[in-house]
């Protein structure tokens, strides 16, 4: 007998925005366990906004729950544990290696005021350095190494924090192409596990569907469709982004035709 997945993530009338000028409307949707959901929509249109809201960095009307807890409220190190966000392009500003960052990422599971990382927590980060490629490179500080490997290091790090749920503002936007789809596949691999799930924010739309098994288009602040990424339609693309997206993609790829 079947079960039903998980409800990890659940917004509810979500309204958000800055200065007492709302950008988000009344957003509802649902993550589940195993979910791998990528909201889709133009510039301002609310994207990076809902992102912050949910991780508890935007006040927001509605409601917000992951797994179950009420975001508004929550302690910062027990919703770091439930939700962690990899926003784009982080910065390293200081000498710190590639080790000892992906650690930080256990300090949401730390115990004491000194945030002490026990030897469980320090396996967690080593083993994150191994799934993505990064054992070898351990030692080396991060401010030497190039955007690709910085952006698998602050991935690690993420993956370190064990949260529920991982909320992606746009990770790749500085990546080649290789690096891209790298991290993608690994984010694939870590949604499998369970009681894991994955919301992302991207513009390049074939990378998103590339990850993303479910959609969330967005305009002017609002939800105009959420659907399985294989029912999307041309049409929806052109009117979220006001443009005909499915022929340009096409000439793109036309370039390539023997």
Same mark, same amino acid.
């Given at each position: 007998m079947e079960t039903q997945a998980k409800t990890l993530l659940r917004l509810q009338d979500v309204c958000c925005g800055y200065g007492g000028a709302e950008v988000v409307h009344k957003v509802?949707?649902?993550?589940?366990?195993?979910?791998?959901?990528?909201i889709l929509g133009a510039n301002g249109c609310g994207k990076t906004t809902l992102l912050r809201a949910i991780c508890g960095l935007l006040a927001y009307t509605g409601s917000i729950t992951a797994q179950g807890?009420?975001?508004r409220g929550t302690r910062r190190r027990a919703?770091?544990?439930k939700i962690a966000l990899m926003s784009q392009g982080a910065a390293a500003d200081f000498d710190y290696t590639v080790y000892d960052t /992906? @650690?930080?990422?256990?300090?949401?599971?730390s115990r004491g005021l000194l945030g002490d990382i026990d030897a469980a927590g320090r396996d967690a980060a080593a083993d994150c350095l191994r799934r993505c490629g990064l054992w070898e490179l351990r030692d080396r500080l991060v401010t030497r190494l190039s955007g690709g490997q910085l952006q698998r290091v602050f991935l690690a790090r993420t993956f370190a924090q064990d949260p529920a749920v991982i909320l992606l503002d746009e990770p790749t936007s500085h990546l080649d192409l290789k690096y891209q789809l790298e991290l993608v596949d690994l984010l694939r691999d870590w949604a499998a596990r369970p009681g894991r799930a994955?919301?992302? /924010? @991207?513009?390049?739309?074939s990378l998103a569907l590339r990850l993303a098994d479910t959609l969330v288009l967005m305009k002017e602040g609002r939800v105009l469709d959420h659907l399985p990424a294989g029912r999307l339609q041309p049409t929806q693309l052109q009117a979220v982004y006001g443009v005909d997206v499915a022929s340009y993609m096409r000439q793109a790829l036309g370039y390539f035709s023997p």
């Amino acid at each position: 007998m079947e079960t039903q997945a998980k409800t990890l993530l659940r917004l509810q009338d979500v309204c958000c925005g800055y200065g007492g000028a709302e950008v988000v409307h009344k957003v509802s949707f649902s993550v589940a366990e195993g979910e791998k959901l990528c909201i889709l929509g133009a510039n301002g249109c609310g994207k990076t906004t809902l992102l912050r809201a949910i991780c508890g960095l935007l006040a927001y009307t509605g409601s917000i729950t992951a797994q179950g807890t009420e975001v508004r409220g929550t302690r910062r190190r027990a919703l770091a544990r439930k939700i962690a966000l990899m926003s784009q392009g982080a910065a390293a500003d200081f000498d710190y290696t590639v080790y000892d960052t /992906v @650690l930080m990422g256990r300090y949401a599971h730390s115990r004491g005021l000194l945030g002490d990382i026990d030897a469980a927590g320090r396996d967690a980060a080593a083993d994150c350095l191994r799934r993505c490629g990064l054992w070898e490179l351990r030692d080396r500080l991060v401010t030497r190494l190039s955007g690709g490997q910085l952006q698998r290091v602050f991935l690690a790090r993420t993956f370190a924090q064990d949260p529920a749920v991982i909320l992606l503002d746009e990770p790749t936007s500085h990546l080649d192409l290789k690096y891209q789809l790298e991290l993608v596949d690994l984010l694939r691999d870590w949604a499998a596990r369970p009681g894991r799930a994955v919301v992302g /924010v @991207l513009h390049d739309i074939s990378l998103a569907l590339r990850l993303a098994d479910t959609l969330v288009l967005m305009k002017e602040g609002r939800v105009l469709d959420h659907l399985p990424a294989g029912r999307l339609q041309p049409t929806q693309l052109q009117a979220v982004y006001g443009v005909d997206v499915a022929s340009y993609m096409r000439q793109a790829l036309g370039y390539f035709s023997p």
